[in-house]
């Protein structure tokens, strides 16, 4: 085989490779998400096809983004659960051996989402950027049915707040480009 041909042949062979999206780690991140919302709440449940990877800003960059629904005051009944985002990074020292924990200053209920319907039943990308589909109430739904769809898209914020002259406090929110919590 010709040099020129060889390499081009070996461009080829690798460039499906490296063009390809990383694999999510499904089963970890469900198994690592599940033992902290069951430490902060009760009745944990996922679908693994609402987890997303992508850079949030220039400061958090490829991290897991993680839809769940738990009971945060672990009340029981219908009407107690609602949908949470979390936010999920692999450890630098531990790439190989898959391991990833659970940023809770960027993980609801810890933080706070503004706007954001309760009930979220799935979230995705588009053009870059986090989005939720998801159920608010007409007028005569039950509490935990709700039937009108909703979409919007979702940002983590980040505000500083003053505590004194010098003393500053970081806090970050998930914010919706629609309200839906107050209708």
């Not at 902060?40 to 991290?63: E, L, P, S, T, Y």
């Not at 949470?84 to 391991?99: P, Q, S, Y």
């Not at 810890?110 to 608010?136: C, H, T, V």
Request: proline share 6%; aromatic share 10%.
């Amino acid at each position: 085989m010709k040099p020129h041909l060889f390499a081009i042949a070996l461009l080829f062979s690798v460039l499906p490779l490296t063009s390809q999206p990383q694999e999510l780690p499904l089963t970890k991140i469900e198994k690592v998400l599940g033992t902290y919302a069951n430490t902060v709440g009760c009745d944990f449940q996922m679908d693994r096809g609402n987890i997303v990877n992508m850079d949030i800003d220039k400061d958090i960059k490829n991290v897991f983004v993680a839809l769940y629904i738990f009971d945060s005051n672990c009340g029981g009944g219908s009407g107690s659960w609602d949908s949470n985002l979390a936010v999920l990074r692999k450890h630098n020292e531990d790439t190989d051996k898959g391991g990833i924990y659970v940023l809770p200053k960027l993980t609801m209920p810890e933080i706070s989402g503004i706007g954001l319907p309760r009930f979220i039943d799935r979230i995705y990308m588009k053009n870059g950027q986090l989005w939720i589909a998801g159920r608010i109430h007409a007028p005569k739904d039950a509490n935990n049915f709700p039937t009108i769809p909703v979409q919007a898209q979702v940002q983590l914020l980040k505000k500083e707040i003053p505590l004194a002259a010098k003393n500053k406090r970081t806090i970050y929110y998930w914010k919706s480009s629609k309200d839906f919590q107050g209708l």
